[in-house]
């Protein structure tokens, strides 16, 4: 089992940015890659982005390309999350999530990840 702990969220103006971290524990020998999730009240629970732990391949929603940039840094079993030129649609809670088994790296579908952290909220101001 993984336990992420997601921190650095809070309160934006439109435009702005912010970084997102997310410390991973336990049984990371095991674990491949580390995804972004997020949820705006009353909607589901959306794919941001991830990244691979061996070669740092990442993958992108739509919405985000361009604008997100997700990294690692394997030595602190941190995942970060830079987001940039924030809009109100980004507001929702953005968790950090590991893979079940058999997972492919990348995968937009919550229910293939095993090991959810509890959250952090951004909200951006317009």
């Known amino acids: 089992q993984v336990q992420p702990v997601e921190s650095g969220g809070g309160l934006v103006q439109a435009g702005g940015s912010l970084r997102l971290s997310c410390v991973v524990s336990?049984?990371?020998?095991?674990?491949?890659?580390t995804a972004w999730f997020r949820q705006a009240p009353g909607k589901e629970r959306d794919f941001v982005s991830a990244?691979?732990?061996?070669?740092?391949?990442?993958f992108y929603a739509d919405s985000v390309k361009g604008r997100f940039t997700i990294s690692r840094d394997r030595a602190k079993n941190t995942v970060y999350l830079q987001m940039n030129s924030l809009n109100s649609e980004d507001t929702a809670v953005y968790f950090c999530?590991?893979?079940?088994?058999?997972?492919?790296?990348?995968?937009?579908?919550?229910?293939?990840?095993?090991?959810w952290g509890q959250g952090t909220q951004v909200t951006v101001s317009s």
């Open positions: 336990g049984r990371t020998f095991s674990l491949y890659s």
């Open positions: 999530a590991a893979p079940g088994p058999g997972t492919v790296a990348g995968s937009p579908y919550s229910d293939e990840y095993a090991d």
């Open positions: 990244i691979t732990w061996l070669g740092g391949q990442t």
